[in-house]
């Protein structure tokens, strides 16, 4: 049984669970150790293979450990590596002296534990009837604080046919358009460079006709945090459309739907950003896509979400890219602290005016959702480049 730790970033998590003390204490098992985010040296657990168990019937569970400053996530997955949802799992954490106990009270499979001090922390699961436990992992927490990547990333990206993608991925950005300002000439286009935005809703693009009518660049969706379970979702085009892209010779940008709760998720979807792109190929920030879902996210107050916004484009700074922020007018104003977003580019998009009604300093405009492109098949988003190369 693998019991794998990943890092993440430090955030006041206290969504699910108790911190009570137990008497219970967690399992002995042969560690290793290495280096992980913000400092954290976290002894994980591992085995070729996996324990034997008395009931062949019992589901083998992993634990998968989020650690940054002095936080911690806590994922019950199952085989497939999915959080495993229904039951109310309860995680124990010993310094040795005392345990205290975590309950996952919204039966999601995740659980968060915050402002743990210094030290070093054993982590394990109780034992539940019809789950086959993993041996608990060791995790050491330092008061000094630096970078490095998360290890094991990977395991918690997930593809299309692994969820219901018609329940994850529900971005909205209630922004409507006849196309009619558009096709009548009406959008004041003089200040910058055209291009456009595509994703897997723009099917199969045929980039070379792409480039010969004209288009600079495009940015593109790398993946989603779903709005249903929270999983980290590739779009199912963004390799085709990443690699297809650039060998035409058009400038390439990324961006990713987040729908993330806390710090440590956002951390997580820069990092996912990171496993499967290079700076070197980007011609534009890395976006953090921010709207409407119908979805987890949204409920989310102004200071929560404006920080989940930093700590995504901090992470991805870090990591060697440009960070940007793209919202609709609606968002900016009402449900994020965009004063707060200075250090970063801003993509706005509003339809149907002739230049942007914002107040607010934007490096790009996403005018309208009715473009028409050689080489894709329908209508595609339309931006202007004011500036993005800055």
């Known amino acids: 049984m693998l019991i794998a730790a990943t890092a993440a970033s430090a955030a006041a ?12 204490t967690v399992q002995e098992s042969l560690s290793v150790s290495y280096d992980s ?7 994980v657990i591992s085995s070729n293979e996996s324990p034997q168990s008395e009931n062949s019937k019992l589901e083998p569970l992993t634990l998968l450990l989020s650690v940054s400053g002095h936080s911690l996530r806590m994922i019950v997955t199952d085989e497939a590596g999915d959080p495993v949802e229904g039951q109310e799992f309860h995680v124990f954490l010993s310094d040795g002296t005392s345990a205290f106990e975590y309950a996952d009270t ?5 659980l968060y ?10 982590v394990g699961l109780a034992e539940i009837d019809g789950y086959e436990i993993p041996d608990a992992a060791s995790v050491k927490i330092r008061e000094k604080m630096t970078y490095a990547r998360i290890t094991n990333i990977n395991e918690l990206i997930r593809t299309e046919a692994d969820v219901d993608a018609e329940k994850e991925d529900t971005a909205d950005i209630e922004e409507s358009d006849d196309g009619s300002l558009l096709k009548s000439g009406g959008i004041d286009l003089s200040a910058g460079t055209i291009g456009i935005d595509v994703s897997k809703y723009n099917k199969d693009i045929d980039w070379k006709a792409v480039k010969a009518a004209g288009i600079e660049y495009a940015i593109i969706r790398l993946g989603y945090r779903g709005s249903s379970t929270g999983a980290l979702v590739k779009d199912p085009y963004f390799d085709q459309n990443y690699y297809e892209a650039r060998k035409a010779g058009v400038k390439v940008g990324v961006y990713f739907f987040t729908q993330a709760l806390n710090e440590v998720e956002a951390e997580e979807e820069a990092e996912m950003v990171a496993s499967l792109t290079d700076p070197e190929d980007l011609s534009t920030p890395v976006f953090i896509d921010v709207e409407s879902s119908g979805g987890r996210a949204d409920s989310l107050d102004k200071v929560t979400r404006t920080a989940n916004i930093k700590k995504f484009c901090d992470t991805i700074e870090t990591l060697g890219y440009r960070a940007g922020v793209y919202a ?21 998009a509003q339809y149907k005016v002739r ?33 993005l190369d800055e």
């Open 13 to 24: 998590l206290s969504r699910s669970g108790s911190n009570k003390k137990a008497d219970e």
């Open 355 to 387: 230049t942007p009604t914002w107040d607010g300093h934007y490096d790009a405009w996403q005018y309208s959702s009715k473009g028409s492109v050689e080489g894709i098949t329908g209508n595609v988003d339309l931006n202007l480049n004011l500036s």
């Open 106 to 110: 919204d039966k999601d499979g995740i």
């Open 37 to 43: 985010l913000s400092g954290i040296e976290a002894e």
């Open 328 to 348: 609709n007018k609606k968002w900016f104003t009402k449900y994020i602290n965009t004063d707060e977003l200075s250090d970063y580019k801003i993509w706005l």
């Open 113 to 122: 534990a915050q402002e743990l001090p210094s030290g070093s922390y054993r």
